[in-house]
């Protein structure tokens, strides 16, 4: 079994912020209690089949606002020769201009370069230089390693998210307005028409639901990022609940009421 097909049920649980009894957490269970595992450099084939060792860093990536890009140039300062491929490629012309590490695309939007058919952070795999001592794979990521970081503070806000997915939602209630935080998986479907063009994709790959930790906890940082701490707290509680119940159901043999991620099941009936 390989990739599951998009559109299946799944569990969701909704709580009140608890910072704002008008905004909501609606939280995908189904997902987060997923053994989902990012397998670059141990499995993963890219997105682009011809392309396989960039992961999906092919294309760069879309800042989500200035202060996610002013993040990055910072971040990329403090990369060294001996760290980054791509050092030389970009410094600016004149010293007093600044890194040359963004672009527009073809809507005008703001993302990182592309040099070379990828990401401009993107070391490739195989590649050496007399003193450089890095390693295949996103430099910003290497850096927090090198830094005692997490990459949520070094990587632009669309890496370090995927694959989970934060969007709103607006629900009205009579003449009141709640705000909906939807905490979710970046599926295939989530990217449009894009999506279809991608040869690969990890979220709904058996391949990839191999982890020692279920998401809500190996993604700890990243969803406290997302949502806040008290937030996650409420979202734990509730995750642990459930896989305690999914314990208990298989023990007892009973009817399984909740909907594990197909993708999981996979993996587990390919280990058996």
Not at 113 to 136: D, H, M, Q, W
Request: charged share 25%; hydrophobic share 35%; aromatic share 10%.
């Amino acid at each position: 079994m390989s990739e599951i097909k998009p559109g299946f049920a799944r569990d969701w649980i909704e709580f009140t912020d608890p910072g704002d009894e008008n905004e909501i957490f609606k939280c995908d269970l189904t997902w987060l209690t997923s053994f989902w595992s990012c397998i670059y450099g141990n499995g993963c084939k890219g997105v682009f089949a011809d392309r396989p060792n960039d992961g999906c860093c092919t294309e760069g990536a879309m800042y989500s606002d200035e202060g996610d890009e002013a993040r990055v140039l910072q971040a990329a300062q403090k990369l060294t020769p001996e760290m980054w491929q791509f050092y030389d490629q970009a410094r600016p012309i004149a010293t007093s201009q600044l890194l040359q590490i963004s672009e527009n695309d073809e809507d005008g939007e703001r993302k990182t370069r592309t040099v070379e058919a990828s990401c401009i952070f993107l070391n490739r795999k195989g590649y050496a230089a007399p003193g450089f001592t890095g390693s295949f794979g996103c430099v910003l990521h290497h850096l927090a390693q090198e830094e005692n970081l997490h990459f949520v503070d070094t990587k632009p806000d669309v890496c370090w998210q995927l694959p989970l997915r934060r969007s709103f939602e607006v629900r009205e209630v009579g003449e009141r307005e709640y705000s909906i935080t939807v905490i979710g998986e970046y599926e295939r479907l989530a990217w449009g028409d894009g999506g279809e063009d991608f040869d690969w994709y990890c979220t709904s790959n058996t391949e990839a639901h191999v982890g020692l930790q279920p998401v809500y906890i190996s993604n700890r940082t990243e969803l406290v990022a997302l949502m806040g701490s008290d937030a996650y707290d409420i979202l734990a509680q509730r995750c642990d609940l459930r896989l305690a119940a999914v314990a208990d159901i298989a023990r007892r043999s009973l009817p399984l009421f909740v909907i594990t991620h197909p993708a999981t099941l996979g993996a587990a009936r390919n280990r058996i």
